[in-house]
């Protein structure tokens, strides 16, 4: 997972850059009674090795979207649909 730092940093400043408030949480395995300690929060976007990036939304209640997923909602000029997850930042 090298350059995980540097992708939170840049999704950080999308995101204040949107207007949008964020929360920068640190759990070890993943699973819905953690985050669902934070009721306040919209959307989860997971940071993690391209391997176990994509989670089925079958498992969790709230959304979880991968780094792409956020900058292309946040960024279409710059990150464009194109039938295609990046699952490796």
């Not at 009674?33 to 209640?61: A, D, H």
Request: charged residues 25%.
């Amino acid at each position: 997972m090298s350059d995980y730092a540097e992708i939170i940093y840049k999704l950080k400043e999308v995101i204040a850059a949107s207007g949008k408030k964020y929360y920068e949480v640190l759990v070890g395995k993943l699973n819905e009674p953690k985050l669902k300690n934070l009721p306040s929060i919209e959307m989860y976007v997971y940071v993690g090795c391209r391997e176990t990036s994509l989670i089925s939304s079958r498992e969790f209640m709230m959304p979880i979207c991968t780094p792409h997923e956020l900058l292309m909602a946040l960024l279409p000029e710059r990150f464009p649909w194109q039938s295609k997850i990046i699952t490796d930042f």
